[in-house]
């Protein structure tokens, strides 16, 4: 990259050749370089994105305008959607993350760093697989939700929704990954007395979005694969003709796409947390409200998703529910905003760039809020959905919030990034041009939606003001795109000219501001006592009779790294499991049986069964080879994995012999619902096993090789609960889709 | 017969709930003696709330008329009554009787298969339809629910820190119980029969039926539905606070700011 030759480099001196070699930037493992890395590329995305936009915009700035074809509107939107979703702000938010986080807690790197490298590396590949779908016959045009049953075979021909699905399931592995280090960094890396409590905003906020992640993304994978199967093996899950349900999509999708909106938003909050108090240098008001605010906002966002579908008809009694658990999410919002206005009031404010965005990321997110909650209302929502004002209202969220949240925060940790600030000069430009740009963009959509222009129509009649309107749009689009590309200029002059920013420039409070600007490579040469949530406002006002921080607070239970990580990715893998699940129970046993073969009439319980005693006896062997290793015996060990080897191997023939019967008498996954749920659960219940018995193997071949002593003991346990999870899993499966056949 | 005839005339003469009215005060003012430290105000919430849910209107409703009713009822009983009861109680129990009730049955995951067993197990629709015909065994529903609720808080809500959850453990616990409510509030929201049978056709002896169906406007199907409902949305809102509650201890930690110079002056 051509980084090479920045400030960036001039970290510690010991890795230098690691550090400076020819692959040094493609090889690493370092959070800081990752999270560089992570921001470059969001930026490469954001450009392209941004293009997108205002190739819209142009489309749109006049009536009856022929710039672009309908079609490739379609496309122009998806892709812009999708891209600034899933390439560019959360990308960008776990760039920050990866970077900040670790040196906020005083950690030296993430608990994984290759696990971290590697999540970074399937943003490229996600992002060009998507973009792939260009060159391959077009690119996906069903809006970034992807409604079904536009998005199937017979209403989208082209391949675009297939790289669609394929770039979100790796962009989505990428994020689980990314999201299951976060949790397991932030539980066991933390310095001597940061305390969760004492954690600084940004990390909580992070911590708890990872949460969100590691819940709501499996959802998304698990509907996406859905489709998939659809669209490339002709089954109906979501097609009507065959039986399917079309609204189920819906359900699904915004299960995940409701609380990807807070995933989105919730690293953004924690960065306005950082920088308000600094540049008001006061405390946060109201600590504890901030934090557990944002853990109110994180469970109600799972639980109004139906919000979106007001429009579908889910009768009166389900709106009125969803309507108010929807409006009840004003309150810890409102909460927030409240905290962070009180921080500011009476407060020596200086008003830096990154001040700047803050103070205009809580009015422009306050106006997103406020069209938020009229959109709550579900008469309102029936009147202006699918208009501009819902594009109005999720810009001032999305880009008015996060986008201008990001802004803040790079604004802020810039120079610990880079060891230079920002010039000030070009921050302003770029600041006033952004607000007056964003406003005027965005802000006339709420009048041309309520004028009754729909959304996503390539173009318009010349209605009385909708073209003045829609050109005032277009003007704010091209200032936005001009403060854009003084934020590029901004950022590419002072990586080399900047001002020599120092440890501290900001005077801050937390960790991250006691290293060196940048870093060195293990970030502190000694990590500074912690002893409340502004360590280096204490260091700097310490008396005389401190006495050191670890003497006063007895050792705290230290988790094990491996541990988290396994119980987080069992969680998320449940997550997964509980769609396919529901999707069965929908088709199957929520209604009446499906025509054709059904589980009572091609299933054969008693064979199943036996194959399944041998899975769950597999669960037991492996717990009697890790208490034969937990006693130092590594032969009987080495004997109880080979056995539980070899139980999974005969469940996974059991397995292969019912499937060939199935094909031999003609079901197949497109015969029916039946089938079609049938082999998608059962199928990705016995792909995990294989790859249960692929680490089971690995482990065996340590244990042969003599490798396995206590530091191994931890990769069997966590392999262990792997396969104690995929046990259960089929337990659920066996009753649900056998025995309930059998009764 | 009126909405304001059904609120003021349709109270039952509920003897458990009497007992406990008369009771609980009772032991309240007798304990006081010895300063218990029993909390008065959620004792008496959760005497007000038993008492709505046992002999009010609702009570009376629950008794195979109305399926919303009946799941009021219900979640009233297992997420309201016991953790305010025990909000209540718990301050006053001794170290011993903690320790007892630890090691004999209020396990967390014991505990959380209780809880969750509450929701799931009597709206199976044999047990249901029982406990709507027959008084008994709907009395047999009504305690089995206190104490299964009182299983279930216990973990978040146990006097001492011991036998309380870790924070983060304390999330797990209610998020789990939460996303274990919604599966069956989506279940029986959009499940287009009824579970218990007994309230799509409920036999009116009351003659509150025509008040219902007419003057509410609330139909069979809209019953079930908000039965459902009540059972996907406020149900795992009350754990949202649960939630809320525990995540409020991790920043009430003793070693929190300043706490920890104070505590270790010499």
Redesign the interface.
């Known amino acids: 990259m051509s980084l090479a030759t920045s400030p960036l480099d001039h970290a510690a001196d010991e890795h230098a050749a690691e550090e400076h070699g020819p692959f040094a930037w493609v090889a690493t493992v370092d959070h800081k370089r990752i999270g560089i890395l992570y921001l470059f590329t969001s930026l490469f995305f954001f450009a392209i994105g941004g293009i997108e936009a205002l190739v819209i915009r142009l489309q749109l700035a006049r009536p009856n305008n022929t710039l672009v074809s309908p079609d490739t509107f379609n496309q122009l939107f998806t892709m812009h959607g999708t891209t600034m979703i899933f390439l560019v702000v959360m990308p960008t938010l776990v760039g920050f993350g990866n970077y900040v986080v670790p040196l906020m807690i005083g950690a030296r790197d993430m608990a994984f760093p290759r696990l971290n490298a590697m999540s970074y590396w399937l943003l490229p590949f996600g992002g060009f697989l998507l973009h792939f779908s260009v060159m391959a016959g077009g690119a996906p045009a069903g809006g970034w939700f992807s409604y079904t049953p536009l998005t199937e075979t017979p209403f989208s021909s082209t391949p675009g929704t297939d790289y669609w699905v394929l770039a979100l399931l790796v962009l989505g592995i990428g994020s689980v990954a990314t999201a299951i280090n976060f949790i397991a960094t932030i539980?066991t890396l933390r310095a001597p007395g940061m305390?969760?409590?004492?954690l600084p905003l940004f990390v909580w906020m992070t911590f708890v979005t990872s949460i969100l992640v590691v819940l709501a993304l499996p959802v998304l994978n698990a509907s996406i694969v859905m489709l998939l199967v659809d669209r490339q093996l002709d089954a109906h899950f979501f097609l009507s003709t065959g039986g399917g349900n079309a609204v189920l999509w819906q359900h699904f999708f915004w299960t995940f796409g409701h609380p990807e909106v807070y995933i989105l938003a919730l690293p953004a909050f924690g960065m306005i947390s950082e920088v308000i108090p600094v540049f008001s240098r006061k405390p946060i008001f109201g600590?504890?409200f901030v934090?557990?605010s944002t853990?109110?906002i994180a469970?109600?966002s799972?639980?109004v998703w139906a919000h979106h579908m007001f429009a579908v008809g889910l009768?009166?009694?389900?709106d009125v529910?969803?309507v108010?658990?929807s409006m009840?999410i004003a309150v810890p919002t409102g909460v927030k905003i409240f905290n962070w206005i009180a921080t500011m009031w009476g407060g020596s404010i200086r008003f830096t760039t990154s001040m700047l965005f803050a103070t205009a990321f809580l009015i422009e997110f306050v106006i997103g809020g406020l069209s938020g909650i009229t959109l709550a209302a579900a008469p309102i929502d029936w009147q202006v959905t699918d208009t501009y004002y819902i594009v109005a209202h999720f810009h001032y969220v999305a880009f008015g919030g996060t986008a201008f949240g990001v802004l803040a925060g790079l604004y802020y940790w810039f120079p610990k990034m880079s060891g230079r600030l920002l010039s000030e000069r070009l921050g302003r430009w770029n600041f006033w041009l952004m607000v007056l740009g964003f406003n005027l963009t965005f802000f006339v959509q709420h009048f041309l939606g309520i004028l009754g222009m729909p959304r996503r129509v390539f173009t318009y009649p010349d209605l009385p003001w909708w073209g003045t309107l829609n050109l005032v749009s277009t003007l704010g689009a091209g200032l936005m795109g001009l403060a854009s590309l003084l934020l590029v200029a901004n950022v590419l002059y002072s990586m080399r000219r900047g001002k020599l920013a120092g440890d501290n420039p900001w005077d801050a409070w937390t960790l991250e501001w006691a290293t060196t600007s940048p870093p060195p490579h293990d970030n502190f040469s000694e990590v500074p006592p912690v002893?409340?949530?502004r360590p280096l406002w204490d260091l700097a006002h310490a008396t005389g009779?401190?006495?050191p921080?670890q003497?006063?607070?007895k050792p705290p239970r230290v988790l094990d790294k491996g541990a988290v990580a396994v119980w987080c990715f069992i969680a998320s893998e449940a997550g997964f499991f509980l769609i396919l699940i529901?999707a069965y129970v929908f088709f199957n046993l929520?209604?009446s049986e499906p025509v054709g073969p059904s589980s009572s009439n091609v299933l054969d319980v008693k064979k199943t069964a036996a194959f399944t005693a041998c899975l769950f006896a597999s669960s037991g062997t492996l717990w009697l080879s890790e208490r034969s290793l937990h006693r130092d015996r590594t032969g009987p060990a080495a004997v109880w994995l080979v056995l539980t080897i070899a139980l999974g191997a005969v469940f996974m023939v059991g397995q292969g012999s019912e499937y060939i019967g199935l094909y031999q008498r003609g079901v197949g996954v497109a015969t029916n619902l039946f089938a079609t749920t049938f082999f998608t659960l059962t199928g990705f219940h016995g792909l995990h096993v294989t790859a249960g018995l692929f680490v089971l193997a690995i482990a065996l071949g340590l244990a042969l090789s003599r490798d396995f002593r206590s530091r191994r003991f931890a990769l069997l346990r966590a392999v262990g609960l792997y396969w104690h999870f995929v046990d259960v899993v089929w337990l659920v499966v066996f009753s649900i889709v056998y025995l309930k056949a059998g009764r | 017969m009126t909405t304001w005839s059904l609120l003021l005339t349709c109270w039952a003469f509920d003897p458990l709930a009497i007992a406990v009215c008369v009771a609980a005060p009772i032991a309240y003012f007798a304990h006081r003696a010895g300063r218990s430290g029993a909390r008065p105000v959620p004792l008496a919430l959760a005497l007000l709330v038993f008492t709505l849910a046992l002999a009010s209107p609702i009570g009376r409703l629950a008794d195979g008329y109305l399926f919303s009713a009946h799941m009021l009822q219900h979640l009233l009983l297992v997420l309201v009554v016991p953790p305010l009861a025990l909000m209540g109680v718990a301050p006053a129990m001794g170290p011993v009787a903690t320790r007892r009730i630890r090691r004999v049955l209020f396990r967390p995951i014991v505990a959380w298969g209780l809880g969750v067993g509450a929701m799931w197990l009597w709206h199976e629709p044999l047990l249901c339809d029982a406990a709507s015909r027959s008084p008994l065994v709907h009395r047999i529903q009504e305690v089995s629910l206190l104490a299964m609720g009182t299983a279930f808080w216990w973990p978040i809500l146990a006097p001492h820190g011991a036998s309380r959850l870790p924070p983060l453990g304390g999330v797990v616990y209610l998020f789990t119980a939460c996303v274990a409510c919604t599966l069956l509030g989506i279940l029986l929201t959009f499940s287009p029969v009824q579970v218990c049978s007994v309230f799509a056709h409920p036999v009116d002896e009351l003659g509150v039926m025509p008040l219902v169906r007419d003057g509410w406007g609330l139909t069979a199907d809209d019953d079930r539905q908000i039965g459902g409902l009540l059972m996907w949305v406020p149900a795992c809102l009350v754990y949202g606070v649960g939630i809320l509650g525990v995540v409020g201890r991790i920043f009430r930690e003793p070693a929190d700011d300043g706490a920890l110079t104070t505590e270790a002056a010499p």
């Open positions: 539980l305390t969760m409590g004492r600590h504890a934090a557990a853990v109110a469970i109600l799972f639980g009768g009166r009694t389900a529910f969803f108010v658990a009840l002893r409340g949530r009779s401190t006495p921080a003497a006063a607070s529901i929520a209604g």
